[in-house]
Every structure is written in C-alpha cells, then in structure tokens.
C-alpha cells in the first residue's frame, strides 16, 4: 500500500517532531518575556509586547512564514545591494527551512503563549507573593520560588493547546520545502498518484502525536496539582 514510501513518511513525521519541539521552546521563552514585559515592564515595553501579540495574532501563519522565509533573504539583499559597496553586488541570503520554520512558528506560537503566561501570572493568589516577601524573598529568588513555580501549574492547560495547534501549523512550512510529513506525504502521493492514501496516513500521523500529547499533557496536570487534590 505504501510502496516504499512508509521510511519517508516516518522521517517526515521526526522533522515535524522536531520542528514542533525547537519551535515551542522558542515560543516558550518569547512567551515568558512577553508576560513579563506586559505585566512588570514600562511603558515602553508594555507597547512592544502589545504590538507583537496583537500584529502577530493578527497575520495568517501562511503568510509570516512566506514572509520571513521569501521576503526577508530578499529584503536584506536589496539593502546591502543599495547601500553597499559595489563588491557586494552579488551578495545572497539563503535562510535554512528548518532554522526559518522553527523560527517563524516560535515567533507566532510565543504571542499565543505569552497571553498563556500572563493568564497564569494573574491566577497566582496575592497572599502567596506576599507571604514570599514577608519571608524576606526579593527580585529573582521570589520569582524562581513562587511566582514561576505557581504560574507554570496554572499554564499547563493553555501550553498544551498552543502545542497542539503549533504541531498542526507544521504542515504549513511545507511550503519552504522543509521535508516535514505533509511535505512527505505530498512527495509521496505526487510519484504514487494516490493522494487519498498518503494524506490519511499523514493525518492519522498527525492523530497519533495529538492522542499522545494530551495523554502527556493530562498526566503533567495531575502531577502539578496532586497537592490540591489530595487536601480537597
């Protein structure tokens, strides 16, 4: 039934894996600094990270993709070509697949996240900062003990989903060539001509990491609030 093609489509499925677990740690820390900047920084600050949600939660997926991958390699030689020195005429960028994939989802995957983190940051009871402070905890070690801790408990959920929906946005870089598994199964269905074939398995692929992620997802939760539920 597969023709040989299953080895492709099992690569395929380890670059999506990839992809979607370089991409979220991007998120991640994009999302931590975006909560941050919004609830602890100045003004300036503050209108940054709005801006990046708001433009970035704003643009299709498809677009910032072909927008970084395309259009900035282009860019950036149309200025050096400008205002550069004549040698650098021929100059060129070429951006890696997997590099402006991870990248790209990163970037859009953190807006969702840092309204995650900021949610969760908000969630933390008052008296539990407090009781941190009247113990004589400041700056960093009040974050590392108590704020972080606590917020990551009350993030699991929302982390979960923006997991979910990033590991499906990975079949848009397909559209960078970036051998993921739509991009397999595409390759795979153009030589075979059965399209229906290869595009169920990649979705019952796709299926798989869904059903194992909230598996995971679900254990994590129970894990973080074993405390709250033996006292209730």
């Known amino acids: 039934?597969?023709?040989?093609?299953?080895?492709?489509?099992?690569?395929?499925?380890?670059?999506?894996?990839?992809?979607s677990l370089a991409a979220f740690a991007v998120a991640f820390?994009?999302?931590?600094?975006?909560?941050?900047?919004?609830?602890?920084?100045?003004r300036v600050l503050r209108t940054i990270a709005e801006i990046y949600?708001?433009?970035?939660?704003?643009?299709?997926?498809?677009v910032l993709i072909l927008l970084i991958y395309y259009g900035t390699p282009t860019l950036i030689?149309?200025?050096?070509?400008?205002?550069?020195?004549?040698?650098?005429?021929?100059?060129?960028?070429?951006?890696?697949?997997?590099i402006a994939g991870v990248c790209t989802l990163g970037l859009i995957y953190g807006a969702f996240a840092?309204?995650?983190?900021?949610?969760?940051?908000?969630?933390?009871?008052?008296g539990q900062i407090e009781a941190g402070i009247a113990y004589g905890m400041t700056g960093f070690t009040l974050i590392r003990m108590v704020?972080?801790?606590?917020?990551?408990r009350f993030a699991i959920s929302g982390l979960g989903n923006v997991w979910l929906v990033l590991v499906k946005?990975?079949?848009?870089?397909?559209?960078?060539?970036?051998?993921?598994?739509?991009?397999?199964?595409?390759?795979?269905?153009?030589?075979?001509?059965?399209?229906f074939t290869f595009y169920l398995i990649a979705a019952l692929l796709y299926l798989s990491v869904t059903v194992v992620s909230l598996a995971l997802i679900k254990r994590t939760e129970q894990f973080a609030f074993r405390g709250n539920e033996a006292r209730g």
Do not use: C
């Open 169 to 195: 946005a990975t079949a848009l870089i397909s559209a960078i060539q970036l051998d993921e598994l739509m991009r397999s199964a595409e390759l795979a269905s153009a030589n075979t001509r059965e399209p």
């Open 147 to 152: 704020i972080f801790p606590q917020m990551l």
């Open 29 to 42: 820390v994009l999302g931590l600094l975006g909560a941050s900047a919004k609830l602890y920084g100045g």
């Open 114 to 126: 840092t309204e995650v983190f900021r949610g969760a940051i908000r969630s933390i009871p008052k």
């Open 1 to 19: 039934m597969l023709q040989g093609y299953g080895p492709l489509l099992l690569k395929g499925l380890a670059m999506t894996i990839g992809v």
């Open 77 to 98: 030689q149309t200025l050096v070509r400008t205002f550069g020195p004549e040698s650098m005429s021929r100059f060129r960028v070429d951006f890696d697949p997997f």
């Open 53 to 62: 949600t708001v433009v970035i939660r704003g643009v299709p997926e498809l």
